[in-house]
């Protein structure tokens, strides 16, 4: 099946600097890309919808000068956490998306930890 | 808009006991269901899916029937092992529209 690709898959960083969090999908185009945060125990929140080459469609309640995102070819978003503060450690996870009624395919997941 | 309610656990189970997780669902048009599983520390997996009504989707042991008429999609396994222990979310894929609904999940432990 179709493979998507996160990483780094866990991340330390120091309030105030910024992180890189990479998704690629491997074999197939994922012209659609979608953005979670994962709480411990609980189930995953959307944060964003990437499109390739177009603005990103963020949930209401998501700072878009916080969380940047990019998608800038059919294989790769990139999500940036600006100026991390220790509440922005959580589980992050990205995927991609077959069209309308299709499948999601997700990544591994990215653990970021802000001290 | 639509929405997926899923039995809340943690359940605890013995090996090679029954396991029932229930789904349902409400949405419009015809959506796709699936049942995704997360491992700790890990993203999601499809663990099997049903595109339309009477569909049963079966992977690993585990199976689920799309039924429109009850507008369910509960996961049973007939005898689990310690290595199904991880969280099961039941999941909605719309048929016009890119959002995913999510169950809360539900955390399985399988006990030796």
């Known amino acids: 099946g179709a493979v998507v690709s996160q990483h780094p898959s866990w991340v330390i960083c120091k309030s105030g600097t910024s992180v890189k969090i990479e998704c690629r999908s491997l074999?197939?185009?994922?012209?659609?890309m979608f953005w979670y945060r994962q709480f411990p125990k609980q189930s995953l929140m959307l944060m964003a919808t990437?499109?390739?080459?177009?603005?990103?469609?963020?949930e209401q309640g998501v700072e878009k000068d916080k969380f940047l995102i990019n998608h800038a070819s059919l294989t790769l978003s990139t999500l940036t956490v600006t100026s991390a503060h220790p509440e922005d450690s959580s589980f992050y996870i990205c995927?991609?998306?077959?069209?309308?009624?299709?499948?999601?395919?997700f990544g591994q997941g990215t653990r970021l930890t802000v001290v | 808009g639509d929405s997926v309610t899923q039995m809340e656990g943690p359940v605890t189970l013995s090996e090679e006991a029954f396991l029932t997780i229930n789904c349902t669902y409400t949405?419009?048009?015809?959506?796709?269901l699936f049942w995704y599983v997360q491992y700790p520390g890990e993203g999601l997996q499809l663990l099997l899916k049903?595109?339309?009504?009477?569909d049963k989707g079966s992977n690993k042991g585990f199976e689920a029937t799309y039924r429109k008429e009850t507008t369910s999609f509960h996961l049973e396994k007939g005898s689990v092992q310690v290595s199904d222990s991880a969280v099961y979310f039941c999941?909605?894929?719309?048929?016009?529209?890119?959002?995913?609904?999510f169950g809360a999940g539900t955390t399985v432990t399988v006990r030796a």
């Open positions: 995927s991609a998306w077959t069209g309308a009624g299709g499948e999601a395919f």
């Open positions: 074999d197939f185009q994922a012209t659609t």
């Open positions: 990437s499109n390739e080459g177009s603005k990103a469609t963020y």
């Open positions: 949405a419009t048009g015809y959506p796709s």
């Open positions: 049903a595109t339309k009504a009477d």
């Open positions: 999941v909605l894929s719309p048929s016009n529209d890119y959002k995913l609904s």
